[in-house]
């Protein structure tokens, strides 16, 4: 059966439909969940699509993170059900504190919209399975503040635990580290400023997207955990 | 006991020592444009400013904290200062 994914839906998120489009041409399923709901669908994995929830107000993700649909996507992440979550989805998993860290305002101030080139630098998280570490893909970027930041500990943390997920190869907005991707412990929700689901057509520019979508998918069919 | 007393709170949000502030340093790079080459260590941050109905001051001060520290400011790259005085 077609894995289901659940794209979550804050008001201003503005990605959804490219989610959707993205994990339906790649055979999977998908379904928008609003942010107001409390529970969740038999969900094979989720998607935390890019936007501006609830305007990105006092900053990107700060109010999201106290959306009722919040408390169900941490429960469905504790239990180990793959959540992704794709630029302003990256910073409300950081401010809900699924993920560690911070997106900050961009080295230079600049809004930067252009497709760059990442690294996978680990293969085994939700969005990564089986990708070969060092496989590089030409993904677009469309954020003002994807300038990721973290203290030394919790960069040593996750260096030295292989959860730097994607790198750029050459850092557009000042994150430390270079890192443009990060997952949990669990290794089961990963963040990305880069958004794939911008990347599943040749004709749009790249088809490099559906390395990552298509492991999620893989990851999502491999994980049901208890609604 | 019943909150009897209004406060006024002040909260400032600044970006943590060392972490790069961009929008202040953008600032003091315009500063030379109005003759003035003296000005530096420009932070950018937030300032907010609500009322509480609380039992004293202790209790006001308490609840402020909270605001600050669970929404106001992202404690990963931020710091709150809260100043809070009767109405």
Redesign the interface.
Known sequence: MAPRIGVVLFPGTNCEHDAVHAVERLGGDAELVWHGATSLGAYDGLILPGGFAHGDYLRPGAIARFSPVMEAVAGYAAAGGPVVGICNGFQVLTEAGLLPGALQKNRGLRFLCTTVTIRVESGRTALTDGVEVGTELSIPINHFEGNYTCDADTLAELRAEDRVVLRYVDNPNGSVDDIAGVCNAGRNVVGLMPHPERAVDALLGSLDGTVLLGALLRSAGATTPAA | MAPSQQFSVQVEVL?RDG??D??GA?IERALPALGLIGVTGVRAGKSFRFDIAAADEADALAQATVVADR??A?P??EESVVTVRPA
């Open positions: 970006l972490i790069a961009p929008q953008t929404l106001l992202n990963v790259i």
